[in-house]
């Protein structure tokens, strides 16, 4: 082969240079190392020691960048690894292009050892798209398309399958590299409807959820708010908050069964929900899905939110180029007073105490000492209550959650996100509540972390059992569920086996020590404290 001929690898390499694709989430196996061979000097690989850890620390650093995230994992075991931390970043709208080596073409047919046998298959419903490239020289064309179907609105995980011999091949030339939007106007007609429908209520309710906050839409979402001076709600369980929770029209998150959202919506003739579903159900408590008498719009970018939808009319497109023209269009009657403020609390002595702590009193710790800067991370998911109540997001871009409600997700995606921010020149901490079952399902992220020197914080709240699940044994009348119990985990030894400053802590103040100590270290720290099993309220 002459000199002169580029090859696929070539290409492709200059390809994500240009579209700024240098950093490389994986963890490389034989069928990917014709794609990593010479890797250049101005990439960065950041390796992770599982699928499902290197997906979700890709999708973290996505989410904090708001820029795609590129994956390489090894062929169908790997993306099988990886296949729960897709489902939470496709939920997620988390724009990302998945790569898995591939066997050699001419071996293919004879469904060799370590193939992908129907490789597009495999990662679907949860990617946008999924290809394997039909000839070697179609590959960087594949990318370029790729870049473009997750950067597109709404956002996403995309899928490429790419055998390993197609990177030796001479390439038909350089890349073309297109440029896509990333948002899309709603329809100014039905948007002005829309407006005219909102100036006629009487007793609005607005729901701003994580759509806002991913579309950079946080000033527009309270400009909006402050002229109609109406209640704000966030979805439940949300895995981004778009509103400041310590905001005078701040309720919190909406409940998560049918009934109690038709029950919280009570009283109000229309409600507006932008940027998420209607709505984000868990367990399963019926009623109708609305009153009588109240109405909803919705708008999203999203198609599929729209269509499945039981109630309301849509508008989709671009909830902050909608927030921005709607606050304008509105008008609001001038005596409208806005609602009672949702209560706060307002003690911030915290009176020391002896583990087991109550969750209220680790959160009460933690907003003691936690900077008000610093990102959260949530993963306990039977503590949001108090996270809530002592911890509310007051920043854009601070707080996240799994959009998929698997759990392994909070502690890869810590990482992902402390990485985002140095990527994007942000000096904060990343401080992820887990739980201790949580933080089991992908504790080989914390090895990534150390290796980085990642400002991240573990907080692992250790009650010794699901306790959660423990609750929906309870709504689901289902007892004697085995398996809820999580006895003998020594988790201050896996952190320091993992090269993380560990420590378990025994009382309030020990928590507000180490957490202290740990904001002045250099790199991760894992605090361990136990704390009373707690069921928390499902309906």
Known sequence: MSNTVKTVHDVTYELLRTLGLTTVFGNP??????????????????????????????DGFAQATGKPALVNLHTAAGTGNA?????????????????????TREMLLTDPYLANREETVLPQPWVKWAYQPARAQDVPAAFMQAYAVAMQPPRGP??????????DQPALGPAVVREVTGRVAPDADRLRAFAERI????????????????????????????????PVFGSALPDRVSFP??????????????????????????????GAAVFRYYPYVPGDYL???????????????????????????????????????????????????????????VEPATAPLTADQVYHVISQVKPDDAALVNESTSTLAEQLKWLPTTHP?????????????????????????????????????????????????????????????????????YAILKSFAELENTPGVPGLDLPGLDIASLGAGFGLHSV????????????????????????????QPEQPFLG
């Not at 069928?31 to 979700?56: C, G, M, N």
């Open 291 to 349: 009153p009588e008498g109240t109405e909803l719009l919705h708008i999203t970018s999203d198609p599929h939110l729209s269509s499945v939808a039981p109630v309301g009319d849509s508008l989709i497109g671009s909830v902050r180029t909608a927030l921005e023209q709607l606050v304008d269009m509105i008008e609001v009657p001038a005596d409208r007073k806005a609602p009672e403020p949702h209560p706060r609390p307002v003690n911030t002595t």
């Open 199 to 230: 100036s006629r209520a009487q007793r609005p309710l607005l729901v701003l959820g994580p759509e806002v906050d991913r579309d950079d839409a946080w000033d527009a979402g309270i400009a909006f708010a402050e002229k109609l001076k109406a």
């Open 504 to 531: 378990t802590v025994d009382s309030t103040d020990a928590l507000a020590a180490e957490f202290k100590t740990a904001l002045n270290s250099e790199g991760p720290t894992v605090i361990v404290v136990h704390t």
């Open 397 to 465: 871009r601070s707080f996240f959650a799994t959009g998929s409600g698997g759990i392994g997700w909070g502690v890869p995606a810590a990482v992902g996100i402390a990485l985002g921010d140095r990527a994007r020149g942000v000096d904060r901490h990343v401080v992820a509540t887990i739980g201790d079952g949580s933080f089991q399902y992908s504790v080989q992220a914390i090895y990534t972390a150390a290796q980085h020197k990642l400002p991240v914080i573990f907080v692992v709240l250790r009650n010794g059992e």
């Open 245 to 274: 929770e310590d905001h005078p029209l701040s309720m919190g998150p909406l409940p998560m069964t049918i009934a109690g959202v038709n029950e919280t919506v009570r009283g109000h003739d229309l409600v507006i929900v932008i």
């Open 158 to 167: 995309v899928f490429l399958s790419i055998p390993l011999d197609d990177w």
């Open 29 to 58: 196996g034989s069928t990917e190392q014709s794609f990593l061979r010479d890797f250049p000097d101005d990439f960065t690989y950041v390796l992770a020691l599982q699928e499902a850890s290197v997906l979700a620390i890709a």
């Open 83 to 103: 296949m729960g931390s897709l489902v939470a970043a496709y939920k997620a709208n988390t724009p990302m292009i998945v790569t898995a080596g591939q066997q």
